[in-house]
């Protein structure tokens, strides 16, 4: 059945290849992104910018005005900022967490009213494996990420009795528009005191990225997770390594989890 669905961050990798995949099954879908490029799309293009919380308010209002309501939100939109954790200004950190978790937050505050009236809906949050890991000069990332877990399992809790599911995806490596968008602290920028280990570690996340698996694989995943009555909470999506060691970690000792990372991103 055709459902509304809107979509944070569809200008780009893992949004636009939602919105793409799932207007083609015949769904009515709302990408925003806060400059919409004109270019003629499958689906509607809406502008927003989930750091500012009137523009995420006038975006759901759109929607729903045109719709009269929305059975899906996947809160996708965000960004990386690199560095070295003790290198980070407050603006940077402020930065990280604005789009990446209180993003996620208003999108959610914002269609809820709306959900909750009718009793239906579903959340899909996007977090990432470094949503469960801690990774090397990604560590505000992962931060806010790890933020979007912990939020996203108390709502599920809240909003059981209004039949709203909160999906959590934690994708590993895609190839998308992630890698060129990522930005680095004023201090590693210029060459800070971590220098060698963030050089490397740096390398190796961006050619990970680049050959990363095709975003298609996880537009389908959320096609299945729309489509399905009881999803799960959460689906790990990726390369088998990713996967296995997002599911082993919580059995294995936090030194051996800390060495196999520090081994991947060269961290000496
Ligand atoms: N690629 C990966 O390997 C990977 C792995 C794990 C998790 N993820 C997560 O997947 C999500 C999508 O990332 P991606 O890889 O597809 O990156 P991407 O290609 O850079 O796309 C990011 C999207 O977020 C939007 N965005 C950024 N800041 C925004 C803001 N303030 N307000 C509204 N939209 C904003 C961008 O739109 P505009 O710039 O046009 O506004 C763009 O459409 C992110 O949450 C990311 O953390 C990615």
Not at 240 to 251: E, G, N, T, V
Request: proline share 4%; charged share 20%.
């Amino acid at each position: 059945m055709s459902q509304v669905i809107l979509i944070t961050g569809a200008s780009s990798g893992l949004g636009k290849a939602a919105a793409d995949f799932l207007s083609s099954q015949g769904h009515i879908v709302y990408g925003t992104s806060r400059k919409p490029s004109g270019e003629k799309l499958p689906w509607k293009p809406i502008s927003m910018d989930v750091t500012n919380q009137q523009s995420v308010e006038s975006a759901v209002n759109e929607v729903i005005a045109k719709e009269g309501h929305i059975d899906v939100l996947l809160n996708n939109a965000g960004m990386g900022i690199g560095g070295a954790l003790e290198n980070f200004s407050g603006p940077e950190v402020q930065k990280q967490f604005d789009t990446n978790f209180f993003g996620m937050a208003r999108m959610v505050s914002a269609v809820l009213p709306s959900m909750r009236a009718r009793k239906s809906g579903k959340i899909i949050n996007i977090s990432s494996i470094g949503g469960l890991m801690g990774l090397p000069f990604q560590g505000q990332y992962s931060a806010a990420k790890f933020a979007v877990e912990g939020y996203s399992e108390a709502l599920s809790m809240e909003l059981k009795p209004f039949n709203i599911k909160v999906v959590v995806v934690n994708p590993g490596d895609f190839k998308t528009g992630f890698t060129s968008s990522r930005i680095f602290t004023e201090i590693d920028s210029n060459g800070g005191n971590y220098d060698v280990n963030f050089k490397k570690a740096v390398a190796i996340m961006e050619k990970d990225e680049q050959g990363g698996s095709n975003p298609v694989i996880l537009a389908r995943t959320i096609a299945k997770i729309i489509r399905s009555k009881n999803p799960n909470f959460r689906y790990i999506v990726g390369r088998f390594d990713q996967r296995l060691i997002a599911r082993l970690k919580p059995f294995l000792p936090n030194a051996l989890v800390a060495w196999i990372l520090r081994d991947h991103y060269k961290v000496s």
